[in-house]
Nanobody, 122 residues
Framework: QVQLVESGGGLVQAGGSLRLSCAASRRTFINYGMGWFRQAPGKEREFVAA????????VYEDSVKGRFTISRDNAKNTVYLQMISLKPEDTAVYHCAAGPGSVSLDWAPGSWGQGTQVTVSS
């Protein structure tokens, strides 16, 4: 298990930007794929983006490609999600996630953060 703490959510107008951060407790952070999922009210949780332990591989859900960028700083045990050109449909609680091994569109992490609210107004 990895302890994860997200930050950086908030309220932004459509077209704006936000950067989410997720700090992980695990000393072997580099061995873990990291990613972000989101859950909007009344909807199921959905995959957003993930990054491999080395940072060499990234995967994105189609609707965020070109707008969201996932990155990580292994020296700080932190993963980031830079979001630009935000849309009202991006409104959700964003959860950080971690799991050993590689990442893919059907990645199933084992550890989750509590989430941070992102609200995009029109």
């Amino acid at each position: 298990q990895v302890q994860l703490v997200e930050s950086g959510g908030g309220l932004v107008q459509a077209g704006g930007s936000l950067r989410l951060s997720c700090a992980a407790s695990r000393r072997t952070f580099i061995n873990y794929g990291m990613g972000w999922f989101r859950q909007a009210p009344g909807k199921e949780r959905e995959f957003v983006a993930a990054i491999s332990g080395s940072g060499g591989r990234t995967v994105y859900e189609d609707s965020v490609k070109g707008r969201f960028t996932i990155s990580r700083d292994n020296a700080k045990n932190t993963v980031y999600l830079q979001m630009i050109s935000l849309k009202p449909e991006d409104t959700a609680v964003y959860h950080c996630a971690a799991g050993p091994g590689s990442v893919s569109l059907d990645w199933a992490p084992g550890s989750w953060g509590q989430g941070t609210q992102v609200t995009v107004s029109s």
